[in-house]
């Protein structure tokens, strides 16, 4: 397999070069001369000069945000890796979109669909590699590459060809969208095993040490599916550039969300990075991209195994820490509270100067 065949957009780095020195130190200084103690606000204020960096302003604009759920099925459930079977993704896919009745849309019930009602996301799915075929929807982009991937315990998941025209068709999803924010999650049973695999092949981690219990396996479906990604793991070991490691193991939903980020970085948006199988995505999309990192807030550190060496991986500090391992981009959402916070408190709150109070002596 040969990285060649797929070029990521060209994306600029938020921190590097003279203009961005600048106007990091803008931010700075707008930061500590608020009426508060230097660096008292912690965590939010990084994130406030990452947000100011990503829009070259010292003013931060939060714009139609987006949410977008990838799905696909994965082959190595054949391994019984999963505690559900794979009719469950086709399942959640109908519950988040819901039902078209006599014209009237009636929003769907899973926990995504809530998030999104409640903190005015603009939601779509995308079926990038379902086994079953979805019917239409408007909230539905069919885009898919197969009816599942293959199982990697006995080959590559995918071909180059298919991993190009999936990370190629998850960088249209994001031209089409407005908004300068946008937030990605996933629906996939196997897609743990899936995201396990690429944080060993990226890693020097055991492969054992990535793998959890996703959705609630017992300890003898753990020992089988240690087991499968043990085997995957042997077979594919070889693949090293995050182009091999995406066709070796991942997931059509992973290799969409990773040409999705991709995409996103390079039109400055704020990227708002979900659980353990966007951290896959992630993965592979830095890999390819380092300064598609830039562009990216990882929103939470989920219960998953192994989420928080992925975390680690790409030196990235999540704003929550509450226990997760739903996916559907339900972390991302719970933290936009707190990117809002963080954009106000830096454009609204009072300096020392306009406030007409003492600074520390």
Known sequence: MTTSLFQPPEIASIRNGLAAIQLSTKLQHKLDHKTKPLGALGQLEALAIQLGLIQQSEMVSLKQPQIVVFAGDHGIVDEGVSAYPQAVTTQMVANMLGKIENGVEKKGGAAI??????????????????ASIL??????????????????????AMSDLQAVAALQA?????????????????M????????????????????????????????????????ALTRAHRRHHSAKKPFDILCAVGGFEIAMMAGAMLQAASERRIILVDGFIAGAAALVAVGM???????????????????QAMLKA????????????????????????????????????????????????
């Open 113 to 130: 669909n809530v998030l999104a009602h409640q903190h005015n996301f603009n939601l779509t799915v995308v079926d990038a590699g379902v």
């Open 135 to 156: 019917p239409e929807h408007p909230r539905l982009l069919q885009l898919k590459i197969a009816p599942s991937t293959r199982n990697s315990v006995l080959a590559p």
């Open 170 to 186: 998850g960088m249209d999803v994001v031209r089409q969208l407005a908004g300068n924010v946008v937030a990605f999650g996933e």
């Open 188 to 227: 996939g049973i196997g897609n743990t095993s899936s995201a396990a695999l690429i944080l060993s092949l990226f890693t020097p981690i055991p492969v054992a040490d990535c793998a959890g219990r996703g959705t609630g396996l017992t300890d003898e479906q753990m020992k089988k599916k240690v087991y």
């Open 289 to 307: 991209a380092p300064a598609a990192k830039d562009y990216m807030v990882f929103t939470h550190v989920g219960a998953e195994f192994g989420h």
């Open 314 to 361: 790409l030196a990235a500090l999540p704003l929550l820490d509450l226990g997760l391992r739903l996916g559907e981009g339900t972390g991302a959402l719970l933290a936009w509270p707190l990117v809002v916070s963080s954009a106000r408190l830096l454009n609204e709150m009072a300096s020392f100067e306009s406030a007409g109070v003492s600074q520390k002596v």
